[in-house]
């Protein structure tokens, strides 16, 4: 059983539609982490947040914490093939302790 | 360049055969971390250090040891490895606290356990 659930697991969209993808848990992290990982490469972060309820925008991406600290969400707008990879979440304990979720493999088609 | 080196990439090896992946980063980055990565389970995490001569444990440590005698150096010793570590495995390391700060991955190592 992962500690943190990653849904869904696999999308598949058109270029301009929008998505969600959901990261929770029953368990209260000091942060939380988004990262995308390219086949063949180490993942890459996208983004930290810290503060329940905090909302960090990267362009066309919105992240969201939880108020209580235990899912966040990403968002993304406008789809673009470029966006196609694997997107992990990952809770962190401590700040030191890291939980990753089991990913999303994202597919924007042209 | 700053990065996060990883040898060997690829490794295929026997039963009980023991091995190490070396991990090195030069960045002067005091957190340095051990992940693999299985299909639908994420990455996992293996051991962590925050320092030199600090190391815990992470989600998944059992059947590997691991040690950090250097800031730079963060190898990761399979004593005897079994078919079930077959996976890809990632190297990262970071400055501070990592849960706050950026972690930077290694390009990954490919193990298979015959």
């Known amino acids: 059983t992962q500690l943190l659930e990653q849904s869904p697991q696999f999308l598949s969209i058109q270029e301009g539609e929008n998505l969600t993808v959901y990261c929770n848990s029953s368990?209260?992290?000091?942060?939380l982490q988004w990262y995308r990982q390219e086949p063949g490469e180490g993942p890459v972060l996208l983004v930290t947040v810290v503060t329940g309820g905090e909302v960090k925008k990267l362009k066309r991406l919105t992240f969201q914490f939880g108020d209580a600290r235990k899912d966040s969400s990403l968002h993304i707008t406008a789809a673009q093939p470029g966006d196609t990879g694997l997107y992990l979440c990952?809770?962190?304990?401590?700040?030191?302790?890291?939980?990753f979720g089991s990913g999303t493999k994202l597919n924007v088609k042209p | 360049e700053a990065q996060v080196t990883q040898n060997p990439r690829y490794l295929i090896t026997v039963t009980g055969k023991k091995l190490t992946v070396t991990c090195s980063q030069n960045m002067n980055h005091e957190y340095m971390s051990w992940y693999r990565q299985d299909p639908g389970l994420g990455l996992r995490q293996i051991y962590y250090?925050?320092?030199?001569?600090?190391?815990d444990k992470g989600d998944v440590p059992e059947g590997y040891k691991v040690s950090r005698k250097e800031k730079r150096n963060f190898p990761l010793i399979l004593e005897s490895p079994s078919p079930n570590q077959t996976s890809l495995y990632f190297c990262?390391?970071?400055?501070?606290?990592?849960?706050?700060?950026?972690?930077?991955f290694g390009p990954g190592t490919r193990l298979t356990v015959t």
């Open positions: 990952a809770g962190i304990y401590n700040f030191n302790k890291f939980y």
């Open positions: 368990s209260v992290f000091s942060s």
């Open positions: 990262a390391s970071s400055f501070g606290v990592a849960g706050n700060n950026e972690q930077y």
């Open positions: 250090s925050m320092n030199v001569e600090v190391t």
